[in-house]
């Protein structure tokens, strides 16, 4: 039974020192099996616990169901003493209940995660409209040019007040692409620096950008001012330059790489964004290659969304989920070859949830837990807000000085299906607005997150390429238990 621990495991899934009574019957109800390049998985779906069996302990899991664990040694022919040790230790995983009494608590894990969420606060302030950019996926749908409409400063003051004021450990301010109001982001994010240094705030301030006008002199204002920026770009200019163009057709990759450049040679925290669409996910290595050369802090990958321009033109640019996992496979196995480090940050902060460990939930975005509309609001340039900007179909109004928007509980409830998922602890029941999709909010609970598949096949491919790879890393000792602890 091989398992790993991480360095900063929750509280609530720290295995269990306790044993089951004597003579107790075992039942493995919840726990799934899941065949992977490492052997059978066992994975209870509630709590995400896990372990890799051998196919001798798979068999004595299976015999466990419903029997103590002297029956299990009589129905399988071992000793009742090895079973026994095997059932203590699967008992203290999390793995098999006893008498109807399991080991980890799935609702203390969950408050536990949501605490950890409730520690920042995301405000995503969206400065100006428009965008000098026509990508065909677009999901605002930019391709049909509109008059740029900007923030009024004196509200976006008052708006960084309420956000920085909050009683919370961190605040994040994500101002959006700030091209057409770079007169104003400047004044905001001196402004709020000053208002969190006299508060005392931790303040992380974000821009999220084409890279196309980046200046030298307004890059190192962004250095100097510690934010950190978030590049979209799709490849190399034969992939990228496919989909990201300028109004005029022509592609938008050398400058932004221009950008990219800048950005990092001036030390400024640079993650990619690459969006995964009909253009470019027949070459995974060619996205992932060219975007590791760029030295960037980080990368991500984001299958296209089914909205705005790409939502008109699905056939020719949406991709299906046996195609989105195929290019996880092969990214994730380019990245192997080179270094666990150069996972790209999902599939990075997915491990980490698969392992229980904390960091994991940093962010908890893509899940139930996420906190839209009160732990992470959008305020659009004309002062409206909405729970997230990734889905502006998804509309609720919202005013008033609390920086909150309702969400009705129904968002939030878990389809059957998440339900009886193997992924679930790990995952957290997908984007609770993707499965709102813009249908009314009241039924938007019985639905999937349309991607669904995409972190299906993210764990799956976890656990066949990299969770053997750290398993046998942490037993040979090439992985230092600084980093992990194996079991």
């Given amino acids: ?69 002297e029956g299990a040694a009589a129905a399988t022919g071992r000793s009742p003493e090895a079973v026994g040790r095997f059932a203590r230790e699967l008992w203290a995983r999390g793995l098999v209940s006893a008498a109807g009494i399991r080991s980890l608590d799935a609702d203390r894990i969950d408050e536990e995660i949501r605490a950890i969420g409730r520690r920042t606060f995301v405000l995503v302030l969206s400065l100006a409209s428009g965008c000098n950019l026509a990508c065909r996926y677009c999901y605002w749908g930019q391709a049909t040019p509109h008059p740029v409409e900007r923030m009024d400063a004196s509200l976006a003051e008052a708006i960084l007040v309420r956000a920085i004021d909050r009683a919370v450990d961190r605040v994040v301010v994500d101002f959006g692409e700030v091209a057409a109001a770079e007169d104003l982001f400047r004044r905001l994010a001196r402004f709020a620096r000053d208002r969190a240094t006299r508060t005392g705030r931790e303040l992380h301030l974000l821009v999220q950008t084409n890279g196309t006008r980046l200046a030298p002199e307004f890059v190192r204002f962004l250095a100097e001012q510690g934010v950190q920026a978030g590049v979209s770009l799709d490849g190399p200019a034969r992939l990228n330059d496919r989909a990201r163009v300028f109004r005029n057709g022509r592609g938008a990759h050398s400058p932004a790489v221009e950008g990219v450049r800048r950005l990092v040679g001036e030390g400024v925290g640079t993650w990619l964004v690459a969006t995964i669409g009909r253009h470019n996910v027949a070459e995974p290595e060619g996205v992932v290659g060219e975007l590791l050369e760029l030295g960037a802090s980080d990368h991500v990958f984001k299958p296209v969304l089914p909205l705005g321009d790409a939502g008109g033109s699905w056939r020719e640019l949406g991709i299906e989920v046996d195609e989105f996992r195929a290019f996880l496979a092969r990214a994730v196995r380019f990245a192997l070859g080179r270094s666990l480090d150069d996972l790209d940050l999902s599939r990075r902060n997915l491990l980490f949830r698969a392992l229980g460990d904390a960091r994991g939930w940093a962010n908890p975005c893509i899940s139930r837990r996420c906190g839209c509309g009160t732990g992470r609001v959008v305020v659009e340039s004309n002062g409206s807000r909405s729970p997230c900007p990734r889905f502006p179909g998804v509309r609720p109004a919202g005013d008033g000085p609390s920086l909150e928007v309702e969400v009705p509980p129904a968002i939030f409830a878990l389809p059957g299906e998440c339900e009886r998922c193997p992924w679930l602890g790990a995952c957290g029941g997908g984007c609770p607005l993707g499965a709102a999709g813009g249908a009314a909010w009241s039924s938007a609970g019985t639905a999937l997150d349309p991607h669904c598949g995409s972190y299906r096949t993210s764990f799956e491919v976890l656990f066949d390429e990299v969770v053997p790879r750290l398993v046998a890393g942490v037993a040979s000792g090439s992985i230092g238990p600084c980093a992990l602890v194996s079991r």
């Fill in 1 to 69: 039974m091989r398992y790993l621990l991480p360095a900063r495991p929750l509280a609530a899934l720290r295995p269990s020192t306790r044993e089951p009574g004597a003579g107790a019957v075992l039942e493995p109800d919840g726990t799934s099996i899941v065949e992977t390049r490492g052997g059978p998985l066992a994975v209870h779906g509630a709590t995400g616990a896990w372990a890799l069996l051998d196919p001798g302990e798979l068999e004595i899991l299976t015999a466990l169901g419903g029997r103590t664990a």
